[in-house]
């Protein structure tokens, strides 16, 4: 670490999209609609699919909604695809939650700790670079399709599954966020711009396990939320919680008076304080010309 500056003051909050921010999965408010697709009979085939063919569930989705597409002979663009995610509905209060928690880093921080958002989905990117809460977002990883010369969506060039968003958190970690970044060389940690303490991993189910036992792991927090309604998702979220992949469980509700706006805050609290513990180590090191 340098003898004259601190630079780990950046908390980053990462979501998963679906189930997390969202309820349903995004395809279900966008693209199966506008293709008269059920929903229940569209994952039902993807399940068979992948179990016959033993394929990557998320390439066997990706793939058949092209090819959904092409027999009813519907083109798909990106800004198609942009367009539907407009309309996306989301969990009460998801639309003033960053904002909001902006607002409480910046003041609990004293202006000198900043709070960045990311989503890391393995729903579609082209959908997400739509949504009405866009803005909020450093970055969204997501999978992606590769679009031809006449701007329609012909395959998947990215693909995003429950153990492979692991690498985007390092990224995140790292400071490599761009793709084309390689995240392979050691870095030491005190020269990570993101330290893994001061992350925070919110998702809903057993498909962001590997993610939030990364983030445990390595020192930092992670939360499961569920549908207030939902019996099963609530299981879900308590088996987590009695395993210790999570901190906290709490209702999918973003409001501000809301239990999981309480425990978030509460995980921001006590980051601070780590990043006013750890600058002021620096500092006095520093104050006598030592290196940490």
Same mark, same amino acid.
């Given at each position: 670490m340098s003898k004259t500056s601190f630079f780990q003051n950046?908390?980053?909050?990462?979501?998963?999209f679906d189930g997390t921010l969202s309820p349903q999965p995004m395809q279900e408010y966008t693209v199966l609609p506008k293709l008269g697709i059920k929903p229940d009979?569209?994952?039902?085939?993807?399940?068979?699919e992948s179990k016959e063919t033993v394929s990557e569930k998320m390439l066997v989705?990706? #793939? *058949?909604? *092209?090819?959904? %597409?092409?027999? @009813?002979?519907? &083109?798909?663009? #990106?800004?198609?695809?942009q367009a539907m995610g407009k309309h996306i509905p989301y969990f009460p209060g998801v639309e003033d939650w960053f904002p909001r928690l902006n607002a409480y880093v910046s003041k609990q921080g004293l202006g000198k700790i900043n709070l960045r958002h990311y989503i890391v989905s393995a729903g579609m990117k082209e959908i997400l670079e739509g949504i009405s809460i866009r803005s909020y977002f450093r970055q969204i990883y997501a999978s992606e399709y590769h679009f031809n010369f006449?701007?329609?969506a012909t395959f998947p060039k990215v693909?995003?599954?429950?153990?492979?968003?692991?690498?985007? *958190?390092? @990224?995140? &970690?790292?400071?490599?966020? %761009? *793709?084309?970044?390689?995240? &392979?060389?050691?870095?030491?940690?005190?020269? @990570?711009?993101?330290?893994?303490?001061?992350?925070?991993?919110i998702g809903d189910g057993m498909t962001d396990v590997p993610s939030m036992a990364l983030t445990k792991k390595n020192g930092g927090h992670t939360i499961a939320v569920y549908p207030k309604r939902s019996r099963h998702d609530r299981e879900t979220c308590v088996k987590l919680l009695s395993a210790k992949r999570v901190d906290f469980?709490?209702? %999918?509700?973003?409001?501000?008076?809301?239990?999981?706006? %309480?425990r978030v805050e509460l995980l921001l609290d006590a980051i601070i304080a780590d990043i006013a513990y750890r600058h002021e180590v620096a500092t006095c090191w520093a104050e006598h010309h030592l290196d940490l």
């Open positions: 950046t908390i980053a909050i990462v979501y998963d009979h569209f994952w039902s085939q993807v399940e068979q989705y990706m #793939r *058949l909604l *092209l090819e959904e %597409a092409h027999a @009813r002979k519907i &083109n798909i663009s #990106r800004s198609d695809f006449q701007g329609i693909l995003i599954t429950d153990t492979t968003k692991t690498q985007y *958190l390092f @990224r995140v &970690n790292k400071g490599k966020e %761009a *793709l084309d970044e390689s995240i &392979n060389e050691h870095m030491p940690e005190h020269d @990570r711009p993101i330290p893994f303490q001061n992350i925070i991993y469980i709490a209702p %999918a509700d973003y409001g501000p008076d809301s239990k999981l706006s %309480a």
